[in-house]
């Protein structure tokens, strides 16, 4: 008597069981897909609706394509990136911040960020292979930047790139310099802004310097020694004509003689 209902709900129960865990699965199913958005990222969106990819420690060699457009945070830190080709993220117009640290960056293309100058405000480039400073490569972009933990090569281009960005002023700061042209300026370990008495471009100036007063040299000589040869030139000419005048006939040679005189003296 008492086996059977035992019997019947435990059955029942496995049923229900059965039913709870497909349903949970659907559940799961349809949640994921719903939130799915990039094939190898995960993806998550917070009450106000904003979207977060992230694509961490992925082992990537390349920026996703399938990120979605209203995207505002994307994760691409401890990958194998090498490189941001240019307009990498023109598709993403809402970004607010992006992730790149950690990885194997070591050349920014130019216009690698166009498109997010209005929206960017944190980029994080730390910890990756950065060498050379490129202007061009964050035309437009406004976002506070860090640039730390990168073999940065300081030298004349770097510093003037440094004027034509419009970078926060503070992420320069995060420009370490490891190696430096000229060599010998003790630049090497510091932040390049933080040390206003180092001018990398003296040198070059010094060059140039050098190079006009040698062409302004060869200008001279140049002019003066064509005086001179056009003076011996014309002194030859009066004085073969002088001769001339006196190899004429008397009466005929005095005036002009003396009218040529005049003109040489
Ligand atoms: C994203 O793309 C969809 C469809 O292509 C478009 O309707 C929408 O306006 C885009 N959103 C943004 C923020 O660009
Ligand atoms: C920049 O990145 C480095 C290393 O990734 C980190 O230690 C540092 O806190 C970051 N600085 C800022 C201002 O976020």
Known sequence: MMSLPADW????????????????????????????????????????????????????????????NDTRRVYLDFNLLTKIPSNAFTGLPNLVELDLSHNALNQLEPGAFRGLGFSLQFLDLSSNKLVRFNPESFEGLRARTNLTNNPWHCDCNLQMALTRVD????????????????????????????????????????????????????????VISYLVYYVRANQEDARRHLEYLKSLPRGQGKSEESSTISTVV
């Open 9 to 68: 709900l435990l059955r029942h129960s496995v049923v229900m069981c059965l039913l709870l865990h497909s349903l949970v699965l659907m559940t799961f199913c349809f949640h994921h897909a719903a939130t799915s958005c990039s094939k190898s990222c995960y993806c998550s969106e917070n009450e106000s609706g904003e979207k977060t990819v992230r694509c961490s420690n992925l082992k990537l060699t390349e920026i996703p394509p399938d990120i979605p």
């Open 167 to 222: 970078l926060e002023p503070a992420s320069l700061t995060g420009i370490v310099c490891q190696t430096s042209d000229p060599e010998e300026t003790g630049v090497q370990g510091l932040a390049f802004l933080l040390a206003p008495h180092i001018d990398l471009c003296v040198v070059m100036k010094r060059t140039t310097d050098v190079a006009m007063l040698v062409v302004m040299f060869g200008w001279f000589t140049m």
